[in-house]
């Protein structure tokens, strides 16, 4: 009886340890099987980046379309890749928004179809490879792609005929340079030349033939993040230290490059920096950290005449990584990712004004206000979610009652008091859409 009993409950120990290992294994790969449900749950753990060789061979080929995601303000969904997308980018002239996938394909989405039912998109095909970054020419008739296994930078130019975008890719790739993971890539507003970041140290600056200007080390430990300003003067990054490095690229009278100098850091931050974000007029940066807080900056300053950029407001941010975080062009409203869900703060008071839970079925790659400040759009997954920014628009509201407030001119009163009536009426419209 006794031995009966034993090797009755050592089956049954065994059984149970055999069910935790299965159990934990499980959770180890975490959001594997049902991500979108874990996730709503609130049990996702941050996931690992997938190392290069396990990224191609994961199977998702139905995970991304069992997530549903809908939310009164969102605006729209843009769906037409079959794969993952890791970054897109909204042209400069406003008109456009590319986005790039590991399914191959860079796509050209037209911005004035956000608010309409049907998304049609252009395609341009990656060959033999995938891009992880896409950027628009400044002219919006080219843009920049950063090849995963080629490990470089293509150019592909856009040509419209009656209405159609052909994309070519340029004669040669960039030669192979960096040695670590591309974290960002970025052409400058003013044409002049091409930056890449990796996860080490190092940030190039090229020309747009592919030469190597200068090669940047950030002594920050491991790059987070890094970008150029809109204005096209500066290159920026932050990493495992607290504070954002900020270099100016410098070109002479008749554009020939000439140097990188340091031009000012952000200090302020307890803990290493996760993210930043410039206004579209480079006089505003926002940045999250791992002490738990953004922070909204003024770089409106001379540099040059030894004045620093100033801190204009802390927020409290609880979230965890990956993040990212964006600001709206006019500076007005901040958006943070944290794993797949976005908070929205208001940038002059940074209350929470908005809060989006499970955006999307995988971690949040990308995050970016369009150039008018009415959408912020996020992806991770296969889709990109357009969401109306109601928050800018009762920003903008206050700002303009704030003025009135203030104004002794007649003229300006009626002209404020106008454009006030305006704005109720946008935000009224959108919010009765939703
Ligand atoms: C850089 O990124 C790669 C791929 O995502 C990763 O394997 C590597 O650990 C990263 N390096 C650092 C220093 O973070
Ligand atoms: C910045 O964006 C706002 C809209 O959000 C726009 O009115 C303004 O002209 C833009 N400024 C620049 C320098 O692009």
Redesign the pocket.
């Known amino acids: 009886m006794e031995a009966v009993a034993l090797v009755a409950v050592t089956v049954l120990i065994g059984g149970i340890i055999l069910l935790l290992a299965v159990w934990r294994s499980r959770g180890k790969t975490g959001s594997e099987p049902e991500p979108s449900d874990q996730r709503a749950n609130g049990q996702a753990v941050p996931e690992k980046h997938p190392s290069k060789k396990t990224k191609q061979q994961k199977p998702r080929k139905e995970r991304a379309q069992q997530h549903n995601f809908s939310h009164p303000l969102l605006a729209s969904a843009l769906k037409a890749h079959s794969g993952n997308i890791t970054c897109f980018d909204f042209s400069s002239n406003g008109k456009y928004l590319a986005s790039c996938s590991d399914d191959r394909t860079v796509r050209i989405w037209s911005t004035k179809d956000f608010l309409e039912k049907e998304h049609r998109c252009m395609r341009a095909n990656v060959e033999l490879d995938h891009a992880t970054h896409v950027r628009f020419s400044p002219d919006c008739r080219a843009f920049i792609v950063w090849l995963f296994n080629g490990d470089t930078l293509r150019v592909f130019k856009m040509t419209k005929k009656e209405d159609t975008l052909t994309f070519s890719p340029g004669h040669d790739d960039f030669p192979k340079r960096h040695k670590a993971s591309i974290i960002n890539i970025g052409i400058a507003e003013t044409g002049k030349f091409i930056m890449t970041a990796s996860n080490d140290t190092s940030i190039l600056i090229w020309d747009l033939k592919g030469e190597v200007l200068a090669s940047i080390n950030t002594n920050q430990v491991a790059n987070a993040y890094a970008t150029i300003s809109?204005c096209g003067r500066f290159v920026a990054s932050c990493g495992f230290t607290p504070d954002v490095k900020v270099w100016e690229v410098c070109f002479g009278k008749s554009g020939e490059f000439r140097e990188v100098c340091r031009a000012f850091e952000l200090k302020g931050h307890s803990a290493g920096v996760c993210g930043f974000a410039f206004s579209?007029?480079s006089r505003r940066m926002a940045t999250v950290s791992k002490d738990g807080t953004w922070k909204l900056w003024n770089t409106d300053v001379e540099y040059k005449k030894q004045q620093d950029p100033y801190l204009l407001l802390t927020g409290k941010w609880c979230g965890v990584e990956p993040c990212r975080i964006a600001l709206?062009?006019?500076a007005r409203v901040v958006a943070i990712s944290s794993i797949s869900d976005i908070t929205v703060y208001n940038a002059q008071t940074g209350e929470v004004e908005e809060e989006f839970h499970s955006v999307h079925a995988e971690v949040i790659s990308d995050l970016a206000f369009d150039?008018?400040?009415k959408f912020l759009a996020s992806t991770g997954d296969r889709a990109i979610r357009v969401f109306h920014n109601t928050a800018g628009y009762r920003a903008a509201i206050a700002d303009m009652k704030d003025m009135l407030k203030k104004a002794t001119n007649k003229g300006t009163k009626d002209r404020l008091q106008l454009q006030i009536r305006d704005a109720e009426r946008a935000l009224a419209a959108v919010c009765e859409q939703s």
């Open positions: 809109p579209n007029d709206s062009p006019d150039t008018t400040s």
